[in-house]
């Protein structure tokens, strides 16, 4: 259980998810309205559970998750979201998936399509990508003195995780998409932290690109994360540490 994590500076990391924290809880918000349809209380609905671990690690204030599920049987009460994932090209054959939640289909397929080809990628079929990624899940822990690597190790063997990469900064577990809950409530027990808590796309190897196309790639994803449909973007290009947030 070794290995390479993509979590370095955690402090810019944070900085830029207080830059865009309003954005982000809209998003969170939305998942956590849609998980709630399926059952309020996340004691009986693990994928609320999931998305609320989620809203957590990011900080998102318990006031605005209560609200979140409050509104899954008020005001998104009729609103019916659909998940649409859309694969595709970024610059330099850079491969791209879109995750989205949208009460409107044509109107994000446009939208995505339109993001794609302005920033020199074009969007693919189903597939097209996705290969080139493995489905996990992912929680990420910040090193700290009273949480050593043995200690970690072991809650991670004990919960069932497929893996535990340790870095500089980060423990990262990772899990099976169906484990990935199971796992989490246990860490949560041992009241652990999580810097991010999700089941994500994990490319199986990442590309680089030139300083111009990296300027225009991140040109894309921040198109797609202004998107209020766009949940989550993964791809396979290498960022710098700072920027490393997919």
């Known amino acids: 259980m070794s290995g390479h994590s993509k979590w370095h500076n955690i402090q810019a990391k944070k900085g830029k ?11 969170i918000g939305r ?11 996340p004691n009986l609905n693990s994928k609320l ?6 809203a957590k690690a990011a900080n998102m204030p318990n006031d605005n998750i209560k609200r979140s599920i409050a509104k899954a049987t008020g005001e ?14 970024g610059i ?11 009460d409107n289909k044509n ?42 690597e043995d200690t970690v190790m072991e809650y991670a063997l004990d919960a069932g995780a497929d893996d535990c990469i340790v870095s500089d900064d980060v423990y990262e577990i ?11 409530k246990y860490f949560e027990e041992k009241n652990v932290e999580f810097l991010e808590a999700e089941v994500m796309m994990v490319p199986n190897d990442k590309i680089t690109l030139n300083p111009d196309q990296l300027v225009t790639f991140m040109k894309m994803l ?19 540490d700072d920027e490393d947030d997919e």
């Open 174 to 184: 990772r899990t099976s998409p169906a484990a990935f809950s199971e796992v989490r």
């Open 17 to 27: 998810a207080d830059a865009a924290r309003g954005r982000i809880f809209t998003k």
């Open 107 to 148: 109107r994000t397929v446009g939208e995505v399509r339109h993001i794609f080809d302005k920033y020199g990628g074009s969007m693919g079929t189903s597939g097209s990508v996705s290969f080139m990624f493995v489905n996990c899940g992912v929680i990420v822990i910040e090193r700290k003195p009273e949480l050593d």
């Open 49 to 54: 559970a999931d998305v609320i671990a989620k």
């Open 76 to 89: 998104l009460g009729n609103v019916n979201y659909e998940t649409l994932v859309y694969e595709g090209y």
């Open 92 to 102: 330099a054959g850079s491969a791209v998936i879109v995750n989205t939640l949208t």
């Open 222 to 240: 921040d198109a797609f994360e202004d998107n209020d449909d766009v949940q989550e973007v993964y791809h396979n290009v290498e960022l710098p």
């Open 31 to 41: 998942e956590i309205a849609v998980a709630a349809k399926l059952g309020a209380d």
